[in-house]
């Protein structure tokens, strides 16, 4: 464990009644770093998600932001350092999106009834730097699934926070706004955000991630470059199936092809 | 490239406010003078006989607690809706108003007002509305709170609870049963009074109190999970949050038995209106809900006149068609 780490994870396990979710996590977390969390479904990529949040509290082990452990952070103070998207957030009310945004600012603005100028003008701001400034007075249940995914990392970044937390933030979007929001994360992570986010597109993973977390089964399976992390073996292991592991020609990242189990009959040979 | 930001449309809140005060001021002077013409009443308003004698008595207590009664059944459905995340969360679908009702309804058998004196009733409302809402979240909260759930334990309790309502009603002498019946479905007009010094701060307090909800309701609306992320403490505001209604449920249920749909149908139209906003929507639904209250109970009493009907009924067919008619529209 490193002391100067911005998040430190040291041995945390969580258990769900009876089924151990975790074991024996361990995670150091540099400033500015954008760590890809990968793993079959069900691997406990999501609780350790809301463990970094603090909505869910370990079991076993620590885990320490700055140094100091989560527990001592105010619920507030807290939410001014760690911004988190959960994988659903449906809406039961006809917020526009403005209205919407500026609850990111909600810890940082003390006044009682309504949030202050300057407040508004950091939702403008962000809206405008994310295209989508023109959307302000529509009614969020109103926009395409990209629109209001940009409106909901829009509240993420207005909560000005140093770590981000996306629990699969670009699954349910077409291929353009999932490049869309990528190309907004990466931008964030130039200005010194750190960002953790769950991805099940494991060629996203490798293109935007300058680390990958591998979970299988409640641990931490491999971790690194996307290199030394997304090999076949690896994956065909975390997630028994059958891939083709090659490369992209232009960033020089590992690139995944799944392979149908009919191909595998005829030619029973790995790359 | 970048999409120039579009102007961002201002509702019209300054217009919609003097509105619903402009209504509200309406209904409250036709209230009071309905059958009389303005200026006698505002004569009368300093005579300590004949009509005047009427104003004192009986027209302006029940205006107050029709307007106090209302206003605090339109806040409470904002903020339980905005809890539960769901337009049709009240304290009368909720079970709380059955709680409170039962509570009463126990005051009134066990003659506690001997022991507790004339604040027995309101106190017993309360009790009744904060023991239903605690088995309504004990149940639902396991692990997590989970709302949906609580909203049919709170169905599963308003009928527990007003089934022994009237498994005690039907042991009471057939007299009584009439009023006490009158007062179940609603009634502004059997309340006493000398209790009206004691609802108007015990009314007004936990309203202010609600007023400053308004940014945190918007964060609980998102849902508990995304509350916590952005800073708030869910289970902590819930309590407070359960309380404050408890109290404003207890005493209105203790004022003016069970009056249904105000805290359903007023922010849903407003939410229509102001937007989704919750400290928009607080005020303007205490004016809206104060509103419907004092003009449903104009309608109860000449609606039939000579005969006055239970306010409760009123506001549910009122209430309904409304809520019918939005339904269809949206449809």
Request: hydrophobic share 45%; charged share 15%; aromatic share 10%.
């Amino acid at each position: 464990m490193k002391k100067d780490a911005l998040l430190s994870i040291a041995g945390v396990s969580f258990r769900y009644g009876p089924q151990i979710v975790l074991k024996d996590i361990d995670l150091d977390v540099e400033r500015g770093e954008v760590i890809g969390i990968i793993g079959p479904n069900g691997a406990g990529k999501s609780t350790l998600l809301k463990l970094i949040a603090g909505y869910l509290s370990p079991d076993k082990g620590s885990i320490m932001l700055s140094g100091r452990p989560l527990g001592d952070y105010s619920r507030r103070t807290l939410a001014k350092h760690i911004a988190t998207l959960p994988q659903t957030l449906d809406m039961p009310f006809p917020y526009t999106v403005e209205e919407f945004i500026v609850m990111g600012r909600y810890p940082y603005d003390r006044r009682s009834f309504s949030y202050g100028i300057e407040e508004k003008e950091v939702v403008l701001e962000t809206m405008n730097a994310l295209n989508i400034g023109h959307l302000a007075g529509r009614q969020i249940n109103a926009l395409s699934e990209g629109e209001r995914q940009k409106v909901y990392l829009a509240q993420c970044i207005v909560q000005d926070p140093g770590i981000l937390l996306l629990d699969e933030p670009v699954s349910h979007l077409d291929i353009r706004h999932q490049m869309r929001v990528l190309e907004i994360l990466e931008n964030l992570q130039t200005k010194g955000l750190t960002i953790l986010m769950i991805l099940h597109d494991l060629n996203l993973a490798s293109e935007f991630c300058s680390r990958i977390v591998l979970i299988a089964r409640g641990s931490i399976y491999a971790s690194g470059l996307p290199a030394a992390t997304l090999t076949y073996e690896n994956i065909e292991k975390a997630y028994d199936t059958v891939v083709i592991v090659r490369e992209n020609p232009l960033s020089k990242k590992p690139f995944i092809i799944p392979v149908s189990r009919k191909y595998l009959k005829a030619d029973n040979e790995k790359p | 490239m970048t999409e120039p930001a579009a102007p961002i449309p201002q509702r019209p809140t300054v217009l919609i406010f003097f509105i619903l005060s402009v209504l509200l001021a309406g209904s409250i002077v036709l209230s009071l003078s309905y059958g009389k013409d303005v200026p006698t009443v505002f004569a009368s308003l300093f005579s300590h006989e004949g009509f005047g004698l009427v104003l004192r008595k009986i027209r302006i207590p029940r205006t107050v607690v029709a307007f106090l009664v209302g206003g605090s059944l339109g806040i409470c459905g904002v903020t339980l809706q905005s809890i539960l995340r769901n337009p049709l969360a009240e304290p009368y679908t909720l079970g709380i108003s059955g709680g409170a009702s039962l509570g009463v309804t126990v005051s009134t058998v066990l003659q506690m007002q001997s022991v507790l004196g004339a604040y027995a009733h309101p106190l017993m409302g309360f009790m009744g509305a904060l023991v239903s809402i605690i088995i309504i979240y004990a149940l639902s909260m396991r692990r997590s709170f989970n709302p949906n759930s609580m909203i049919l334990f709170g169905i599963v309790v308003s009928l527990v609870f007003s089934s022994i309502v009237f498994f005690i009603f039907s042991l009471l002498d057939p007299d009584k049963m009439q009023l006490t019946l009158m007062w179940l479905m609603g009634d502004l007009s059997s309340l006493d009074i000398s209790l009206i010094p004691f609802y108007v701060p015990f009314l007004l307090a936990p309203s202010v109190m609600l007023f400053f909800f308004g940014k945190e309701l918007d964060i609980l609306s998102l849902g508990g999970e995304k509350a916590h992320y952005l800073g708030i403490d869910p289970p902590r505001s819930y309590k407070i949050l359960f309380v404050l209604t408890s109290v404003l449920t207890g005493l209105c249920v203790s004022a003016s038995g069970i009056i249904g749909f105000v805290g359903l149908i007023v922010p849903h139209v407003l939410r229509n209106i102001v937007g989704a906003t919750h400290t928009r929507l607080l005020f303007s639904s205490y004016l809206g809900g104060a509103f419907f209250l004092i003009i449903s109970d104009v309608f109860s009493r000449y609606l039939l006149y000579p005969v006055e009907l239970p306010v409760g009924v009123i506001t549910g067919i009122f209430g309904g068609l409304i809520l019918l008619f939005l339904l269809m529209r949206k449809t």
